[in-house]
């Protein structure tokens, strides 16, 4: 299965997190594009707007440095997916395997969409 990580790293100096796949891409997301796109009912706007594709929107926003773009922890979820907890204390999000690799803001990945 080409859509699981074989390492996944949060470099927090430089405010990105990055992950290496199965395949062989590498992806870096800004801190602010995976917070903006944090998939939770919450920050979508309630369950119905939930989805298994990142809205294309997301990629649009600049999120302002703050708590809240700021990683504080990553934790496995299970064998789909890792949980984002947040310095202002959100960690709802729980982000799969397949919604990150959508979410690659690289631009081959950009492209196909
Ligand atoms: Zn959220
Ligand atoms: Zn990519």
Not at 8 to 24: F, H, Q, V
Not at 43 to 66: I, K, Q, T, Y
Not at 70 to 90: F, M, P, Q
Request: proline fraction near 8%.
């Amino acid at each position: 299965m080409k859509e699981k990580p074989i390492n996944i790293t949060a470099n927090r100096p430089a405010l990105e997190m990055s992950i290496e796949w199965g395949d062989g891409h590498k992806s870096i997301y800004p801190f602010s594009l995976l917070r903006a796109a944090c998939p939770c009912a919450q920050c979508r706007g309630g369950h119905e707007n939930m989805s298994s594709e990142p809205d294309p929107a997301v990629f649009a926003v600049e999120l302002e440095d703050s708590p809240s773009t700021r990683l504080s922890n990553v934790k496995a979820t299970g064998s789909y997916g890792i949980t984002l907890v947040w310095e202002d204390g959100h960690d709802y999000g729980i982000y799969n395997w397949h919604y990150l690799r959508a979410l690659c803001p690289c631009p081959t990945c950009r492209r196909r969409q």
